[in-house]
């Protein structure tokens, strides 16, 4: 395999363990509940079946989530202005509290795991990175 191939491999493995860690240590809300609310806090509402079709899920478990979090006021459901048949599903201000808290949950735990683990060389080549991943996430823009 070649070096840049195996960089890569070894990028996505080593920060999808990072990714998980940071969610399983930080936030508060259910998986379902924090992938929902973070589309419509990004992408804007959308009905049941365009979120069960961005999360890669069956209709009837997004509606079931979306139940839940309606019932915690974290979604409201409106009628849609373009088919008054269906519903569109919008983040409250709860909702994005909610999701702002796990979000901070997150950097928390990874920032406390940045004091405890590494030096400052270490952190100095971190600092580095922020900018890097984003000139390559712009490849697929």
């Not at 240590?25 to 589309?39: I, K, N, V």
């Not at 599903?89 to 808290?101: H, N």
């Amino acid at each position: 395999m070649d070096p840049i191939d195996e960089l890569a491999a070894e990028l996505r493995r080593s920060i999808g363990r990072l990714v998980r860690a940071a969610r399983r240590e930080g936030d508060s809300l259910p998986p379902a509940h924090s992938a929902t609310l973070g589309f419509l806090g990004r992408e804007g509402p959308m009905t049941i079946a365009e979120l069960a079709r961005r999360r890669g899920v069956k209709h009837q478990g997004q509606s079931r989530t979306v139940a839940e979090l309606t019932n915690q006021e974290y979604v409201e459901r409106t009628a849609s202005e373009t088919d008054r048949r269906a519903s569109v599903i919008r983040i409250t201000d709860a909702g994005r509290a909610a999701l702002q808290q796990d979000m901070d949950g997150r950097a928390d735990w990874l920032a406390t795991a940045m004091r405890a683990e590494l030096d400052d060389d270490e952190r100095a080549l971190l600092a580095r990175l922020p900018e890097v991943f984003e000139r390559l996430a712009r490849r697929a823009d």
